[in-house]
């Protein structure tokens, strides 16, 4: 008996694909899935406390502590203050301002530009004050080879109380070259895209000592 036209004849055979075929699919699947063929995941920023250091490329950072601190009025009140004290290394063979941190704008190229992010977040619209404490007037310079003490000092708002503990987003300085150019150091990114935010080399948290005054 013969099979009638457009029987089975007539439909479309299912193809065969290699199963090598189908394995290489699926790593470029997952390949994809996990953001092209860079590494899937890099590591996380390195958890720091009291007294720990950073090489920062630049600069060498201990982070002292963190305090807050009160300062009383004529009138019976006053006003209270975070402070974080640093010791900066200036590992350069130039001198540098200590700069300021980036309070929502593009980071620059001081040495408190890599204070990239304060948790909780202290709202100001002038930002924090930096001095290097000294003999005599207080500096804003970081001298090649010395090893500064660095202030950072926020005005708490009217009625807040100080925080008990703080966390800071901290980034490392790189020297890129570009056609042989040297553009100094400046903060590493997180990627090669122009607008890559900085890397966050490591998150230190400090308990805040409370009590103190000016």
């Known amino acids: ?13 299912p193809i065969a694909v290699p199963v090598a075929a189908l394995v290489i699919a699926t790593g470029l699947g997952v390949t994809a899935a996990l953001g092209g063929f860079a590494e899937a995941s890099e590591e996380p920023p390195a ?12 600069f060498t ?4 502590e963190a305090r807050s601190l009160f300062q009383r009025d004529p009138f019976g009140g006053g006003k209270r203050f975070l402070e974080i004290e640093l010791e900066v290394t200036n590992k350069s063979d ?3 301002g200590v700069g ?7 980071p620059g190229f001081m040495f408190a530009q890599s204070l990239l992010k304060m948790d909780p977040e202290i709202k100001s619209d002038d930002g924090p004050t930096l001095s290097v404490p000294g003999e005599g007037v207080p500096s804003r310079q970081l001298h090649p080879g010395m090893t500064s003490t660095v202030v950072v000092r926020y005005e708490l708002p009217a009625g807040d109380r100080p925080p008990k503990k703080i966390k800071l987003d901290v980034g490392v300085f790189e020297e890129p070259e ?3 150019i040297d553009l100094g150091w ?3 990114r997180d990627g090669d895209a122009g607008d890559a935010p900085p890397k966050v080399e490591a998150q230190v948290t400090l308990p805040v ?4 005054t000016l």
Do not use: C, H
């Open 94 to 96: 130039e001198s540098t």
């Open 47 to 58: 958890q720091l406390g009291p007294g720990s250091s950073l090489d920062q490329g630049e």
């Open 186 to 188: 400046v903060l590493a």
């Open 61 to 64: 950072t201990k982070f002292v």
């Open 100 to 106: 300021a941190p980036p309070n929502g704008k593009t």
């Open 1 to 13: 008996m013969t099979s009638p036209s457009g029987g089975e004849a007539g439909r479309r055979r």
């Open 178 to 180: 570009t056609f042989n």
């Open 209 to 212: 000592n409370q009590g103190g």
